[in-house]
């Protein structure tokens, strides 16, 4: 039987060091992902989204100070500094679910509260642009810049 408390671990800590291969190799082929930024992934779009999030990162730390994991099903606590694209420093607190399948993660929900985080990344523009109506632009931006680092991987 799989450990999958271990896989939570291993996973978070392979983000911590900016790597996004571990990180994309422990979902399975049929994951699915969702957060408040990219909204629904599948498949490979999740592990691409780690990969251009760990490629791009520059001062990122992550910490995981709690996680579990009982059958099938596990949580975790994880918290993530760094500084965003805008040249403004974050630290996201975010709460993630999973279900796992022979080793690998099938689901994987993240939440964290989408306004506090863009008043963190955006500043002043964060306020309008973290409610609920414009969540709609940032999510459009995030999805935008996954399928362009797809292009280009493709492409390489």
């Not at 049929?30 to 498949?43: N, T």
């Not at 990122?60 to 760094?82: K, M, S």
């Not at 999973?98 to 989408?114: L, M, T």
């Given at each position: 039987?799989?450990?999958?408390?271990?896989?939570?671990?291993?996973?978070?800590?392979?983000?911590?060091?900016?790597?996004?291969?571990?990180?994309?190799?422990?979902?399975?082929?049929?994951?699915?992902?969702?957060?408040?930024?990219?909204?629904?992934?599948?498949?490979?779009?999740?592990?691409?989204?780690?990969?251009?999030?760990?490629s791009r990162a520059t001062?990122?730390?992550?910490?995981?100070?709690?996680?579990?994991?009982?059958?099938?099903?596990?949580?975790?606590?994880?918290?993530?500094?760094?500084?965003?694209?805008?040249?403004?420093?974050?630290?996201?607190?975010?709460?993630?679910?999973?279900?796992?399948?022979?080793?690998?993660?099938?689901?994987?929900?993240?939440?964290?509260?989408?306004?506090?985080?863009?008043?963190?990344?955006?500043?002043?523009?964060?306020?309008?642009?973290?409610?609920?109506?414009?969540?709609?632009?940032?999510?459009?931006?995030?999805r935008g810049d996954l399928?362009?680092?797809?292009?280009?991987?493709?492409?390489?």
């Amino acid at each position: 039987m799989a450990d999958n408390a271990k896989l939570i671990a291993d996973f978070y800590e392979a983000f911590d060091r900016k790597d996004g291969e571990a990180m994309a190799r422990a979902y399975a082929p049929d994951a699915r992902f969702r957060d408040p930024a990219f909204g629904e992934l599948s498949g490979e779009e999740a592990g691409d989204m780690w990969r251009m999030l760990t490629s791009r990162a520059t001062d990122l730390r992550v910490e995981l100070p709690e996680h579990e994991a009982h059958g099938d099903e596990g949580t975790a606590r994880w918290i993530a500094d760094y500084t965003f694209r805008t040249g403004r420093h974050v630290t996201n607190d975010i709460r993630a679910r999973f279900r796992f399948r022979d080793g690998r993660i099938v689901e994987h929900a993240d939440s964290f509260s989408f306004h506090k985080w863009a008043r963190q990344a955006l500043g002043p523009a964060g306020w309008v642009l973290g409610l609920p109506v414009a969540r709609g632009l940032v999510r459009k931006k995030a999805r935008g810049d996954l399928e362009s680092y797809r292009s280009e991987r493709a492409l390489g």
